[in-house]
């Protein structure tokens, strides 16, 4: 059973920043290797994705959050990071992260129980 746990929502002020943490966790024959990683977000509408970052570090924004967003990961960890600048009251929504692990038997997607940022003065 993979399980992936989200941290570093919260409240900024417009132009602030916050920075949030997903760590993914399982057995060996759960991860097998981690594909990609990433954040979504959703707020009132649908969800949409923010930011990828596959396992050979290829990175994918969407446009309203690039400049502004950093995805990084950390493969020995499993863990994927959101740095994000330049805060706008529109970036408020819960934001979920996700992974693509190919496990032992088969290639699967994973979801966070989603972390709430809130930006507000």
């Known amino acids: 059973q993979v399980q992936l746990v989200e941290s570093g929502g919260g409240l900024a002020q417009p132009g602030g920043s916050l920075r949030l943490s997903c760590a993914a966790s399982?057995?060996?024959?759960?991860?097998?290797?981690?594909?990609?990683m990433g954040w979504y977000r959703q707020a009132p509408k649908e969800r949409e994705l923010v930011a990828t970052i596959t396992s050979s570090g290829r990175t994918n924004y969407a446009d309203s959050v690039k400049g502004r967003f950093t995805i990084s990961g950390d493969s020995a960890k499993m863990t994927v990071y959101l740095q994000m600048n330049s805060l706008r009251p529109e970036d408020t929504a819960v934001y979920y992260c996700n992974a693509l692990i190919q496990g032992k038997y088969a290639l699967a997607d994973y979801w966070g129980q989603g972390t709430q940022v809130t930006v507000s003065s």
């Open positions: 399982g057995t060996s024959g759960d991860i097998f290797s981690m594909r990609a």
